[in-house]
């Protein structure tokens, strides 16, 4: 556990040395975040902080768990798809920003690269030792599922439904950075009772998380953009599957999958009835479109994923 302490200390001060640096140029390129005409009109005082602060969690990551890469193949595994989903969020801010519009990569351009970073991470993760199709089962520590030839496509759509579950959580000062350290605190704590190697880099990301919420939580000075949340996305989902515990996603990453399901709700409610379920998706939003302070939303959603964390520790007893 001192790695894992290390490495989280190394990466908090790392982000708050850096972020501040970083705020000033990115005010000065015009870097100001894309605020959506339809949602919460508390939002449009939004449209000039800074965005692509992602690039700070990722630099201070990268600072903290290269310390501790050497014979860790494990956890190059994780920066390297870390980083890979962060430079395609990077894509999509730049275009979005040089382009000024609500769109940046085209749909089936992002689709392509999450694709190509899966298939690559499945490549890289089958020729280490450590590499399993077999899947823990949260609360039945006895039992295992094996995937066996449908390994890589399950692979696939954890990356898929996680990545954009990060992305869709972000839309609230402190939230997904909040919520993203909350879990990695979790997988921490699991690869210590697993005596994993991948132990240092959760808490390389818990540390550039909490760094980056000094300045992310609100009143947000800086926004962390597709840069951030594709990569933290990214993060979760190859901590997870190195560590056979992709199921527990479902538990601990909950925000992740609530936020998710409220979009395919609306817009197949839509398309079905052409009215909204919700007042507005994600459904963060909603809530505060039904009243509810964007603090509050943001508080709310921490203590469902604290609960959701604790519930993924009694799952992993016994392991």
């Known amino acids: 556990m001192n790695t894992a302490i290390y490495a989280v200390l190394i990466a908090f001060v790392a ?15 015009k870097f100001g ?30 600072l903290a768990s290269l310390i501790f890469m050497r014979g860790n193949p494990e956890a190059m595994a994780i920066i390297i798809t870390t ?8 894509l999509d801010d730049f275009i979005k920003i040089t382009k000024k519009r609500s769109m940046g990569l085209r749909a089936w351009q992002k689709l392509t690269c999450q694709l190509a970073i899966s298939i ?38 954890i990356f898929l439904g996680t990545t954009n579950g990060a992305n869709l959580t972000d839309g609230l000062d402190g939230l997904a950075a909040g919520v993203t350290a909350l879990i990695a605190c979790f997988f921490m704590f699991a690869a210590w009772i697993m005596d994993s190697a991948t132990l240092p880099v959760a808490g390389a990301a818990v540390g550039a998380l909490l760094g980056f919420l000094l300045f992310n939580s609100h009143p947000a000075k800086v926004f962390m953009g597709d840069t951030g949340s594709l990569a933290l996305g990214g993060f979760v989902a190859s901590i997870a599957l190195i560590l056979q515990m992709p199921l527990f996603l479902v538990i601990v990453a909950i925000i992740y999958v609530i936020e998710s399901l409220s979009v395919i709700i609306q817009v197949v409610y839509f398309k079905m009835t052409r009215q909204r379920f919700f007042k507005m ?11 509810w ?3 509050k939303v943001v508080a709310f959603f921490y203590i469902v994923t604290t609960m959701a964390a604790l519930l993924g520790y009694l799952a992993i007893r016994g392991f």
């Open 120 to 157: 690559g991470f499945v490549l890289f993760w089958r020729t280490l030792p450590a590499y399993s199709t077999e899947l823990l089962i949260p609360f039945f520590p006895e039992l295992t599922f094996n995937l066996g030839f449908l390994y890589p496509v399950f692979v696939i759509f």
């Open 293 to 295: 302070a964007e603090t």
């Open 15 to 29: 982000n708050i040395a850096l972020t501040p640096m970083l705020i000033p140029s990115l005010v000065k390129l």
């Open 83 to 90: 980083v890979a989903f962060g430079f395609v969020g990077f």
């Open 281 to 291: 998706a994600p459904i963060h939003h909603a809530f505060e479109l039904s009243g």
């Open 33 to 62: 975040q894309f605020v959506r005409d339809d949602g919460p009109k508390s939002h449009m005082k939004k449209a000039k902080t800074p965005t692509m602060g992602g690039i700070m969690i990722i630099i201070s990551f990268l």
